[in-house]
């Protein structure tokens, strides 16, 4: 029983200083990029030794993608939110201008995605990579999508799972232009006119998708 | 006149090699991914010698961002046919399918789009870089998005340079998805159904942006 206990504290102490980590990791990475970013520079942020951060992380790569997680995993105190909302509408267009917004506060975050999706070809052979891309994206990515297609099908949308999906995409393909438009902007100044209203791409996305039944 | 007259046969050939170097650049590319294939692997596809290029292209890079252009260029023959077309809706029907098949063909063109827009980080201080990024893509995307937006201001619609960013936000998002949806689903088989009905994904978007007016 003693040891058990003993265990336990362990764990949580250990749940605890990978928390921290990521917590720093997550801060550095979106801040400068996951590239640019090194373990020193980790450590110096989160208080805890290079070996201590390696000792919960087996490389560079498993923390990256344990940010990522992080990161998707709050994406889940929406759920409840939808469970319990009567104004699922509402619900909905909380979720597409979060979302929005996420990604122009945080242009590390798409970065690092992207650069996680280029390493999928140059790691074809690293089964412990694909393993660990597997429990990043698809543990993540696929209740990000599973909420979205339980409110269509709230919502009484026809073709839930795959509204749901260009949904998805849309957001992400916008995520991606707020991410770069900044640096293209200097040279078409026009592309920055885009972005100028992001209250107003959210409401046209809601018109699309969930055009008012009249 | 007779100097003008083979200055002119000079760059005739000139851009006839050129475009051979890009045909045969793209197509390595396409299937190997940019930093994979070697300038001397387009050498022996072309036929033109590692010299040959670079009397041509000053870089690998130049090189790949001109084949970038090149391949976006091609939506620019949809122009005359939007002009000149009645049935508009076909039109935006025919765009998106041929936008969304094109990325599930051409899994290498959104590697190549994506290993780019990372470099522009990387490369900030290279103002030749930024010029080259500025060539490629505002020139060949900005008529992208013309032509969509021309496309919803015929079919009289709201809000027409939103939604054709909207939509192009879209399409990008998806074909990122179906770049990466084969090696992914090795994992969660399920994952591949979304995209087993390409068609009926077209249809959806239409009917998400273009709907029917009863």
Chains 1, 2 share one sequence.
Not at 5 to 26: F, H, P, V, W, Y
Not at 135 to 141: D, V
Not at 162 to 182: F, H, P, S, W
Request: glycine share 4%; hydrophobic share 40%.
């Amino acid at each position: 029983m003693c040891k058990m206990k003993s265990l336990n504290k362990k764990q949580q102490r250990s749940e605890k200083t990978k928390g921290t980590i990521i917590d720093a990791a997550k801060k550095l990475f979106f801040a400068h990029g996951f590239s640019d970013v090194s373990t020193e520079q980790i450590a110096k942020e989160s208080g805890i030794s290079k070996g201590g951060i390696f000792h919960h992380f087996s490389s560079k790569e498993e923390l990256g993608l344990s940010v990522l997680r992080s990161t998707l995993d709050d994406f889940k105190h929406l759920l409840p939110i939808i469970e319990e909302s009567e104004d699922l509408r509402a619900v909905m267009r909380m979720v597409i201008s979060e979302t929005m917004s996420f990604g122009r506060e945080n242009p590390g975050f798409i970065k690092m995605l992207i650069w996680f999706l280029l390493r999928i070809d140059e790691e074809a052979d690293n089964k412990k990579f694909y393993f660990m891309m597997k429990e990043a994206f698809l543990e993540s990515l696929l209740p990000y999508h599973q909420i979205l297609e339980s409110l269509f099908v709230r919502l009484e949308q026809t073709h839930p799972r795959e509204k749901a999906l260009l949904l998805m995409g849309l957001l992400d393909g916008i995520i991606i232009y707020t991410t770069y438009v900044d640096k293209l902007s200097k040279f078409e100044p026009e592309l920055a006119d885009y972005f100028d209203d992001f209250d107003n791409l959210a409401d046209l996305v809601m018109e699309l998708f969930f055009p008012k039944k009249e």
